[in-house]
């Protein structure tokens, strides 16, 4: 059986996610709960190579589960990822004797915490991103607030959509997966979802555009994946020409990042403490060179060069799936 560990660090890297709040919470009461002390490093791998490391107590993160955004900063930093920096990170960390630590980010801040590992550090990962594009997790913190963000343009965007008769793009983020496209067109009523697999097929949209009006819906409304465009061509332009092009008016809303924004919702609130819990134990065990998931509503621990090596598949209840189609009528 190992020595305990007796100190860590917590940090928040690369893209904030509303939920971040939740996990330092989650990490910073555990810890101490279980006589650990606890080391807030501001600014990600940027902040950890300058020193910006304090101790935190339990009631310096009072509030914490309800507030978006990082209070522990976040940045994405190239020089960590050059041998210089990585030495500069490690040297703070032996200099504060903080033998184990949490990062919470996506599949980059995964991968440099497992640099760390690699030389002697132990490091357990927590999946932050609104885009839910971390395999061996339902769920990465942030993304059902995105998600719910998005509805509540969505509603928004049907309104003035309806009042004119008009067409709408509404373009999210989502990175390369869409599983913000397809959870909120799905969930918003959408009348077209693009993903960055869908196979565009022009004749087939301006049908769908045409009856859909002629079925006397008084707007159209497509969600496009920012993800789905390529370096030549923009998607949300192409589906909006394709509304013109079918005789109907249309406007493009790209919502960008108050896609990132905002109160975290109650799952995100749940699932950051809970990860956040699951980190630290880990740690306290031992254990190393491993991210936390939530996979089928069990926390379950998966090495951190699978969870980047795979791919993660979108999960949408299969009985959805098969009837998007029919919902879109
Ligand atoms: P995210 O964690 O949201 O995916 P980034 O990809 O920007 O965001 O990664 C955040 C930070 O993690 C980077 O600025 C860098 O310091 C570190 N990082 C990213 N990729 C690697 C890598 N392959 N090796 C080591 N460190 C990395």
Redesign the pocket.
Known sequence: MSKKIKKIGVLT???DAPGMNAAIRGVVRTAISNDVDVYGIHW???GLMEGKIEQMNARDVSGFGSLGGTKLGS???????TEE??KKAIEYLKAFEIEGLVVI????????A??LHNRGIKVVGIP??IDNDIAHTDFSIGSDTALNTILDALDKIRDTASAHYRGFVLEVMGNKNGYLALTSGTAGGAELIIVPSTKIDKDKIIHQIKSAFLRKKSSFIAVCAEGASTPEQNISDLIVSYIKEAGFECRKTVLGHVQRGGKPTGRDRILGNAFGHAAVIQLIKGNSGIMVGDVGNNIECTPIPKVCEDTKNIKLPKEVLDVIDDLMI
């Not at 940045?75 to 990822?81: D, G, L, V």
């Not at 980010?105 to 440099?112: A, K, N, P, T, V």
Request: charge should be neutral; charged fraction near 20%; glycine fraction near 30%.
């Open positions: 890297s690369g893209g990600g791998y940027q940045a994405r930093s190239p020089e960590f990822k920096g990585i980010g996506g599949d980059g801040s995964l991968r440099g497992m640099d932050a991103s």
